[in-house]
C-alpha cells in the first residue's frame, strides 16, 4: 500500500494558476501509473489526468486539455498538476491515485488515494 499527501489547493480567482503536489511513500514509486481525480459537491469523482509511471505518456479530460499539465519527479517521489487558466467549474476536491491501469487514453483507479486537496476558483 502506498501513502499518499496532497498539497497545493487554495482559493484563486478566475483565470489563475494553481500547482498541486502528491508526495507518495511506502513503496516503489517509479513503477507506479499515476492518476489526478476530482469531485465536485454534489457529483460524482471525476477523472482528470494521467501519467504513466515512466513519464512518458501523459492523458486528460477534454475539458482541462491545454490548460493542466500533469508531471512527475520519481526522484522525489511526486506527482504534480499544473493548473492555468482556471475557471469556476474547476472547484472541486482534487484527489491522486497510485498504481492504476494506464491503458491507451483512459486510466483505470486503484484503491490507492490520497485525503484529497480542496481547490476553489471564484469568478
Known amino acids: 500500500q502506498v501513502h499518499l499527501v496532497e498539497s497545493g489547493g487554495g482559493l484563486v480567482q478566475a483565470g489563475g494558476s494553481l500547482r498541486l503536489s502528491c508526495a507518495a511513500s511506502g513503496r516503489t514509486f517509479s513503477q507506479d501509473n499515476m492518476g489526478w481525480f476530482r469531485q465536485a459537491p454534489g457529483k460524482e469523482r471525476e477523472f482528470v489526468a494521467c501519467i504513466h509511471w515512466s513519464g512518458g505518456r501523459t492523458a486528460y479530460t477534454d475539458s482541462v486539455k491545454d490548460r493542466f499539465t500533469i508531471s512527475r519527479d520519481n526522484t522525489k517521489n511526486t506527482v504534480y498538476l499544473q493548473m492555468n487558466s482556471l475557471k469556476p467549474e474547476d472547484t472541486a476536491v482534487y484527489y491522486c491515485?497510485?498504481?492504476?491501469?494506464?491503458?491507451?487514453?483512459?486510466?483505470?483507479?486503484?484503491?490507492?488515494w490520497g485525503q484529497g486537496t480542496q481547490v476553489t476558483v471564484s469568478s
Open positions: 491515485n497510485a498504481g492504476g491501469l494506464y491503458s491507451s487514453t483512459k486510466y483505470y483507479p486503484t484503491t490507492n
